[in-house]
């Protein structure tokens, strides 16, 4: 009930968690040392059975068998292992001598290059054969067909050695070895020759008569086939590809009277098996039937078979398996359907003939264990209610929710189970998680050399799914050649030291370049080795164009903000020279000024703010404040037209309002900016200030401690008609009267009218002007707090001399 994991169910009892979590765990231990036995049986195997043969040649005991092995093993330059495969293969045909087994080449001295190739030059390191060969390599095969059948300890190891004697002898170049099917048909139990990708296409053969295979085991007779050309005639030919092998041959496979199976030599060559093949080829059969079982007695699971593989729950048929007093031990699996799977992640068919307590291994004792009991004991079906089932996939602990239904069928049980938790929305989160995070999975089992992807990865490379994952060997054809040494060592690293990596690249696809990231960890064998490998890889094509962008963003801000820079050095340089601040106070005819400017906070905004006062022929001062829209050097440059040309008509005689009128038509002629301004003129001799506005804030009166603001006379902003139309007024200015004309920074602020900034102005200049001693422009700016840091500050303070 697992797919991927060591699984328990708790039948409901969640006190039971932690125990069966700790049981799956020791059962997967189990399993590892398990597999781990199995890889070293053959060679423990093979050794016990050369120190026999010795025993009964030499008439040694079990030490000095093993003493004369380690002799010849000596003499020879074999290792045991090999010396035993040797005297094995020797048994009833001479000994040839032996081409000894690859072996691993020693690391270079610089463990981050890999090691030279035998001719001289390096080796690619996307040469997938580096590191998948070398994990298992291949031990001596032996000679004779006797000799293969007394060395071969299983199926696999069987085929593997006839490969490579009927190699020599038949010219065969491929053997399968099929088992009859419980279901019909016929199962592929060992093969050696073709491809993991043929071997799952062939893994089952159909019950049709027009099947070679299937025609050698119903007639009981072989079948023998010279090609699609000669025999596709009247005989379907199994594979895919039936012009790679040129020649088959199937043989029945006999245990006493009963067809067990069938053996498939295939070889390219196309010629006849002629009578030296058929009779070497028959002697091979006959060591192949001792590997396999007899056919069961009992067809009707075929049937049952036959329904559960319409079915798309997971449900199977469980026979019984007693003790020696009749007591239920276990259940064997008879029949499975497509979506039955184990804790091993085997499915449907791969089950059969399997126990429950192996497939899984913590359901023993539980409800559902005792319900299976209820039910094949008393005939009355069993539904459970939902349980927790607990399991350990890749490490991590993982609980899912299952309902199970039995019922008994004669003298077995059909159990069919259904999954409640959310596995369906994980696997449909963890799909849209690769759509957006644009990566997918990937792994690679170095043993097995069976690379897989996940459907992601194949668009992350542009790749057609049809074409399979592509291989090592095939990457750089597709990457960059100035990528090819960094992605090179990564692999190196990866594949040869098991360093985990994560290395961006580059490919070229069909629909351009793309930019990929590698992600990758291995997981090592006991001498550190690599044998599996886990990764992902993303594609970041619109990331890094993204990140282009911004750097090109980012350099085009950065120039505009040098030329800003130097604008405003620029046009505050040009300000200094055009609006020099006296730092002291200074008297002009009957009046004594105070100036106080404060240039904007920001780096950038110089503004158009200025003031002027001029001693005029006649004896009297003339007093402006202005400011020019805008910022910049045409601001600056705007701001001295009108201050220079505004000193040179009243040195001239022109009166205020007159003197507004040209300025406004100098604006709207050159069309350059707008400005504020307010200009006046006064007469010592007379104690009057005459004084005109163009859109200016009105001037502040202080008079006998109170501060008043002039009613300001008709004007409008300068620069803004042609028609506009400047007034003029007269105030009467006794002696010790101050007037304030400023600009609006003065008195904005954010969040503030300017009503209110113009009465706070008021209030401050009362309190300041009263003050002996004081340097009014400055006190005032000081007491009114920060300047707006959008714009500049002119203040000019005149007061009325005795």
Not at 228 to 238: C, S
Not at 276 to 303: F, G, H, Q
Not at 421 to 433: I, K, N, P
């Amino acid at each position: 009930m697992s797919h991927d994991g060591v699984g328990s169910a708790s039948g409901g009892r969640p006190d039971q968690r932690s125990a069966a979590d700790q049981l799956a765990r020791t059962v997967a231990r189990l399993r590892a040392e398990l597999d781990e036995e199995r890889l070293a049986a053959p060679a423990r195997s093979a050794a016990e059975r050369a120190r026999g043969v010795l025993m009964g040649r030499l008439g040694l005991g079990p030490g000095a068998a093993q003493e004369e092995l380690d002799r010849r093993a000596n003499r020879a330059g074999r290792t045991v292992l090999e010396e035993a495969w040797a005297l094995l293969g020797d048994i009833h045909t001479p000994r040839a001598p032996l081409t000894p087994p690859p072996q691993r080449p020693e690391p270079a001295a610089d463990a981050g290059v890999p090691p030279p190739a035998p001719g001289g030059g390096p080796p690619s390191v996307f040469t997938s054969s580096r590191y998948t060969s070398r994990n298992h390599p291949p031990p001596p095969r032996p000679r004779g067909i006797d000799g293969v059948r007394t060395a071969a300890g299983t199926s696999e190891e069987l085929t593997w050695l006839l490969v490579g004697q009927l190699g020599e002898t038949a010219d065969v170049d491929a053997v399968l070895l099929y088992t009859s099917a419980p279901a019909g048909g016929l199962d592929l139990v060992a093969h050696s020759g073709v491809d993991a990708g043929t071997a799952s296409a062939w893994g089952h053969v159909p019950p049709l008569a027009e099947l070679a295979p299937v025609e050698a085991v119903r007639l009981g007779r072989p079948v023998w086939l010279r090609g699609l050309d000669k025999d596709g005639a009247d005989r379907a030919l199994l594979g895919d590809r039936p012009g790679t092998w040129a020649s088959r041959a199937w043989l029945p496979l006999r245990r006493g009277e009963d067809v067990v199976g069938v053996a498939g030599f295939l070889r390219e060559r196309p010629d006849d098996f002629d009578a030296a093949d058929r009779a070497v080829l028959t002697a091979a059969a006959r060591a192949c039937a001792t590997c396999l079982s007899p056919v069961p007695a009992a067809t009707w699971p075929a049937t049952v078979q036959a329904v559960l593989d319409t079915l798309y729950e997971a449900a199977v048929l469980l026979i019984p398996v007693r003790g020696a007093e009749g007591e239920v031990t276990d259940f064997r699996i008879e029949a499975a359907a497509p979506a039955s799977v184990d804790v091993a992640g085997r499915t449907g068919r791969e089950l059969v003939g399997r126990r429950v307590l192996e497939c899984y291994p913590t359901v023993a004792g539980t409800p559902l264990w005792h319900g299976y009991l209820e039910t094949l004991a008393t005939g009355e079906p069993f539904e459970s209610d939902l349980f927790e089932y607990h399991e350990v996939a890749a490490g991590i602990p993982r609980t899912s929710t299952y309902s199970v239904a039995v019922a008994r069928l004669g003298g077995a049980l059909v159990v069919s189970w259904l999954r409640h938790d959310t596995a369906d929305r994980e696997v449909e989160r963890l799909r849209r998680l690769q759509n957006l995070g644009n990566l997918g999975w990937a792994d690679w089992d170095l043993v097995a050399d069976d690379l897989s992807w996940s459907p992601q990865v194949y668009a992350v490379f542009d790749r057609d799914p049809a074409l399979g994952p592509m291989p090592l060997d095939e990457l750089p054809q597709h990457l960059f050649p100035e990528d090819v040494p960094a992605v090179g060592a990564a692999v190196h690293a990866l594949l040869e030291r098991g360093e985990p990596v994560d290395a961006p690249f580059r490919i070229r696809t069909g629909h351009g370049t793309r930019h990929l990231r590698m992600v990758a960890e291995a997981v090592t064998d006991a001498e550190g080795t690599p044998v599996v490998v886990h990764g992902f890889f993303q594609d970041l094509t619109d990331l890094r164009h993204g990140e282009i962008a911004l750097d090109e963003a980012h350099r085009a801000f950065s120039t505009q903000q040098r030329t800003l820079n130097a604008e405003h050095i620029l046009a505050r340089r040009l300000q200094r020279a055009l609006l020099p601040v006296p730092e002291e106070p200074f008297r002009l005819g009957g009046v004594s000024c105070d100036v106080s400017y404060l240039p904007a906070e920001s780096t950038i905004q110089i503004g158009g703010d200025w003031f002027t006062a001029v001693a005029l022929p006649d004896g009297s001062v003339m007093l402006a404040v202005g400011d020019v829209a805008g910022h910049g050097v045409e601001a600056v440059a705007t701001m001295a037209g009108l201050r220079y040309g505004a000193e040179a008509m009243a040195l001239s005689g022109t009166p205020p309002h007159r003197l507004l009128e040209r300025l406004n038509q100098v604006l709207m002629n050159t069309g350059s900016a707008t400005a504020t301004m307010v200009l006046a003129q006064y007469r010592p001799a007379e104690g009057v200030l005459t004084w005109a506005q163009a859109g200016h804030l009105p001037v502040l009166h202080l008079h006998g401690g109170r501060a008043t603001y002039l009613e300001r006379p008709q004007g409008r902003i300068l620069g803004a008609g042609r028609d506009s139309v400047y007034g003029l007024c007269e105030t009467p200015l006794p002696p010790g009267d101050r007037l304030l004309l400023f600009t609006d920074g003065l008195i904005e602020r954010r969040g503030q009218d300017l009503d209110t900034g113009l009465a706070g102005l008021a209030r401050v200049a009362e309190r300041v002007a009263t003050e002996d001693g004081t340097r009014v422009a400055a006190a005032l700016t000081h007491a009114l707090g920060p300047a707006n840091p959008r714009d500049d500050t002119c203040l000019l303070c005149v007061r009325i001399c005795p």
